[in-house]
């Protein structure tokens, strides 16, 4: 089964910038429609954005405007370019499909200190 390896975590500051990638194991362009999630403590995990293999992804309100994500086939990997970062948006980041069917990766740890 597909396997993901998320990276790209670190502590920033509140008001500032990170890109997080996913790299999978297998064909992305495959999986069809691929997703960011984050859990923060005491939370479920949700989702944060979708990519589509073809069109253009999807942004929980929460992060619409400052965050992008993107796929790049031909590397199988996923990124989330996060901007204008708040303390809010601190939790851990996972990729997987859309429905979070395959096996979760250990995520990658954001911070964001006010």
């Known amino acids: 089964q597909v396997q993901f390896v998320e990276s790209g975590g670190a502590l920033v500051q509140s008001g500032g910038s990170l890109t997080l990638s996913c790299v999978a194991s297998g064909s992305i362009f495959r999986l069809g429609t691929m997703a960011w999630f984050r859990q923060t403590p005491g939370r479920q995990r949700e989702l944060v954005a979708t990519?589509?293999?073809?069109?253009?992804?999807y942004y929980v309100d929460s992060v619409k405007g400052r965050f992008s994500a993107s796929r790049e086939h031909a590397k199988n990997t996923l990124y989330l370019q996060m901007n204008s970062l708040s303390p809010k948006d601190t939790g851990v980041y996972y990729c997987?499909?859309?429905?979070?069917?395959?096996?979760w990766g250990q995520g990658t740890q954001v911070i964001v200190s006010p």
């Open positions: 997987n499909g859309f429905g979070g069917g395959y096996s």
């Open positions: 990519i589509p293999q073809i069109g253009s992804p």
